[in-house]
């Protein structure tokens, strides 16, 4: 069974730091690429940054662009994503999904494209 668990979300401040994490299991880690989303209330699902299976390339929303960070670490089947310098509009919940790819190199930006998702975890920026 195929299971993304995110963690780390919170309350935070205008400016601090957090790094989330989506620990998977029942899957074989390097065969896929793997992307966040966020949704805010009352707000559509968005895409917010995804990462090549082979780790050699990465995307990024315009929003995140220079603040955030994605990364992968295989030995522990786990994606992070780095959030610098975080904004009241980066206050959603945060989803972690995973597309097996047939393409070392290719990042995907639209939810459908991913067979799994986590439950997500919710992160709030207070001013």
């Keep these: 069974q195929v299971q993304l668990v995110e963690s780390g979300g919170g309350l935070v401040q205008t400016g601090d730091s957090l790094r989330l994490s989506c620990a998977t299991s029942g899957l074989t880690f390097n065969s896929y690429s793997m ?14 940054a995804s990462i090549s299976k082979s780790d050699t390339s990465t995307n990024y929303a315009d929003s995140v662009k220079g603040r955030f960070t994605i990364s992968r670490d295989s030995a522990k ?3 992070y994503l780095q959030r610098n310098s975080l904004k009241p509009d980066d206050a959603a919940a945060y989803y972690c ?5 047939i393409f070392r190199s290719t990042t995907y930006v639209q939810g459908s494209d991913y067979e799994y998702w986590g439950q997500g ?7």
């Excluded at 999904?97 to 790819?101: E, Y």
């Design 35 to 48: 992307g966040w989303f966020r949704q805010a209330p009352g707000k559509e699902r968005e895409f917010v």
């Design 77 to 79: 089947n786990t994606m």
């Design 97 to 101: 999904a995973a597309h097996r790819s």
């Design 121 to 127: 975890t919710q992160v709030t920026v207070s001013t």
